[in-house]
């Protein structure tokens, strides 16, 4: 026992530094942050932060002389116990920071906060594994406090982000407990082994073969533990630890290119929630199977330096070359070996499947470490791209695309607050009856003014929108501030009662099971009616996989009395069956049709007219540019316009009333 207690304090103290490192570095960069705070107590606690870090590396000399000095456990019972208390006395200081900080500092200095702590929470799980109590104490510390004051706070992301953190906190528990009871079993190994050569060393001539025996299991068990610290246990491929271990040391490799692919399986969910987890980890197997032998062969005939090969996570995998050449045209030739090979059908238990694959490409120049991981979270940025841009695609990292991630995480982070901070504004664009040309309609097209980096397209912020969640409140904004259009018309124009406004509404916004009941609750708190909303959709409403909900969400917006409008049609591939299930009121033609005016976009435009009519629908046509677009499009019996030619959009709308009067 005392010796073990011996192992575990000496332990503690090779992982000592680390931690006094990491809180110095966090104390120092959450200072660096939180710099131009107005929180006068900041400084005192930054002050005391400091000074305490440079306490704890005085007494961490102190424990290292006192280990080297002591002949049993009692000798070690005062500096234990200093260094636990110094431990959680900095848990206690990150603390107060949360507590004093979360609810008085601004959002981004809030969520500095929360990942400096979370960050230091989780690494605890590691750099204090040694200690059983302490270290479970040290992320309670760090964590309850930091999630209660997100919860007291009140604000609804905050108090998701608590909830989160207790969460996380139970998780990091966990893990820590895992970890203490991996370093005992590790000492307890150690203590075989070293008792099992003692045994050896004891026995007589007559047993050296027994002794040989003995040695031979005992190197097998650390072969084995070594494969085993250093593969995927699912696969057979070297883990993410072994595949940095496994490549040359690339300091030493400096000159040479150094060159990651990232392989992401399309789709690979569906077979996963679909079939089950087991035929999913066949799959895995099958595949990991054919990379090695497909790596072997191709890779190896082009990379004369080295090569390897890892499951990095999921279903997700990498392959590391270093080459002593430059060989992109190779590297682009083996990759698309690879793609193809591996996106072969697989058959397993007499059952075909068919998985793609998504491929990122890092080509650089080797360097430590940290540039490696650098370059496979680069090709993992480049794998992410040609999933975005329709998956089975081979994407190489560049600069260029490391900008655009960079602009579409502070784009994404902007988005959070732009219906809040009076960044977007909406332009109304109005819609005519063809033949009176009178003012029906208009339609509200969403603007945004990014407060860092000027006006954003809708066609780049919309997306980023639906991949972040944003654009349900954003949605909501823009149906607010569209109503209260039609409200703030002036009584004499005689139009507050029969215009109508139409939103562009995302299938993201259908698919929420409270969308119809938002919409109709906005309308019920305004002065104007059903029947003066329209809500346009795209053909994207028609996919397969959420057409249950949006159908749901579509058929109660419609019995309330609003009207469906399908927007930009021509344009898609759904079946036309569709505008018989669907309960649509009107289409519009896409604006290619109508500016192309050609006898082929005509015949389109002639066609959906015919089509419309026998559905009992109206049709919409925009896009209008001319004259002769106008006049053509009456010949052809199409019952609305809209274009330029109509009205550009506008923010003020006084001189479309003035017009129509």
């Not at 309850?144 to 989160?164: F, N």
């Not at 790596?295 to 499951?311: G, I, L, T």
């Not at 603007?447 to 349900?472: L, N, Q, Y």
Request: glycine fraction near 6%; hydrophobic fraction near 45%.
């Amino acid at each position: 026992m005392q010796r073990e207690k011996l192992q575990i304090w000496q332990e503690t103290l090779n992982n000592h530094p680390k931690g006094l490192v990491v809180n110095a570095a966090a104390v120092v960069g959450i200072g660096f942050i939180l710099r131009d705070t107005a929180a006068t107590w900041f400084s005192l606690w930054f002050a005391i932060s400091i000074a305490y870090s440079i306490i704890r590396g005085g007494l961490y000399l102190t424990y290292r002389k006192a280990l080297r000095a002591c002949a049993d456990e009692t000798a070690l019972a005062l500096p234990s116990t200093l260094h636990n208390l110094s431990v959680l006395g900095s848990a206690g200081l990150w603390a107060a920071l949360a507590c004093f900080g979360i609810p008085e500092f601004s959002p981004a200095y809030q969520f500095a906060v929360i990942i400096v702590v979370s960050s230091l929470a989780s690494g605890s799980t590691a750099t204090l594994a040694s200690l059983q109590s302490i270290g479970k104490i040290y992320i309670l510390i760090m964590l309850v406090p930091a999630c209660l004051s997100l919860l007291m706070v009140g604000e609804t992301t905050l108090s998701t982000l608590g909830i989160l953190g207790f969460i996380f906190a139970w998780v990091m528990l966990g893990s820590h407990e895992n970890n203490f009871q991996l370093l005992i079993h590790s000492f307890a190994l150690a203590r075989e082994k070293e008792q099992l050569f003692k045994q050896v060393s004891e026995q007589n001539q007559q047993i050296v073969q027994a002794n040989a025996e003995l040695e031979e299991t005992v190197n097998e068990r650390t072969k084995e533990l070594q494969h085993l610290a250093h593969h995927d246990s699912l696969t057979g491929l070297l883990n993410r630890r072994g595949l940095f271990d496994q490549l040359p040391a690339l300091e030493a490799v400096r000159d040479h290119q150094l060159i990651v692919l990232f392989f992401d399986l399309d789709r690979f969910k569906q077979i996963n929630d679909g079939l089950g987890h087991d035929w999913g980890d066949q799959l895995l197997q099958a595949v990991a199977s054919r990379l090695r032998l497909l790596v072997d062969r191709v890779v190896a005939d082009c990379v004369p330096h080295s090569y390897a090969a890892c499951r990095w996570g999921g279903d997700e995998f990498v392959v590391c070359l270093v080459s002593d050449e430059q060989m992109l045209a190779k590297i682009q030739a083996a990759c698309e070996i690879l793609q193809s090979r591996l996106s072969e059908p697989y058959v397993l238990n007499g059952r075909e499947f068919k998985i793609g694959n998504s491929v990122g490409v890092f080509v650089g120049m080797a360097g430590s470490l940290t540039e490696m991981g650098h370059a496979v979270s680069f090709a993992d940025m480049a794998a992410s791209e040609a999933k975005g841009q329709g998956r089975g695609r081979i994407v190489f990292f560049s600069q260029r695309l490391s900008d655009e991630r960079r602009r579409h995480l502070l784009l994404s982070d902007c988005l959070s607050q732009a219906h809040s901070n009076g960044s977007l504004a909406l332009h109304f664009q109005p819609i005519v009856a063809a033949q009176s040309q009178r003012l029906v309609a208009f339609e509200a097209l969403l603007r945004w003014h990014c407060p860092s980096v000027g006006a954003v397209s809708p066609m780049e912020f919309i997306p980023i929108a639906e991949d972040t969640g944003h654009i349900h409140q954003i949605g909501l904004w823009v149906l607010r501030h569209a109503v209260q259009l039609i409200e703030n018309l002036p009584p004499e124009t005689g139009l507050r009662d029969n215009l109508k406004i139409a939103i562009n509404t995302s299938i993201k916004q259908l698919i929420r099971a409270d969308f119809a009941g938002e919409v109709l609750a906005v309308l019920n708190s305004s002065q104007i009616t059903t029947s003066q909303l329209v809500i346009e959709v795209t053909e994207s409403v028609f996919d397969e996989q959420h057409m249950r909900e949006v159908l749901a969400s579509l058929s109660r917006l419609h019995q309330a009395g609003i009207e469906i409008h399908l927007d930009d049609f021509g344009t898609g591939y759904s079946s036309l069956s569709r505008l018989r299930e669907f309960p649509l009121d009107a289409i519009k033609i896409d604006r290619s049709f109508v500016m192309a005016s050609d006898e082929k976009s005509l015949a389109v435009i002639e066609g959906a007219v015919v089509i419309a009519r026998k559905f009992g629908l109206r049709v919409i046509a925009e896009g209008v540019e001319t004259q002769a677009q106008l006049d053509k499009l009456k010949t052809l019996g199409v019952d609305e316009l809209q274009g330029y030619f109509i009205g550009k959009p506008a923010a003020d709308i006084k001189h479309f009333l003035e017009m129509n009067a």
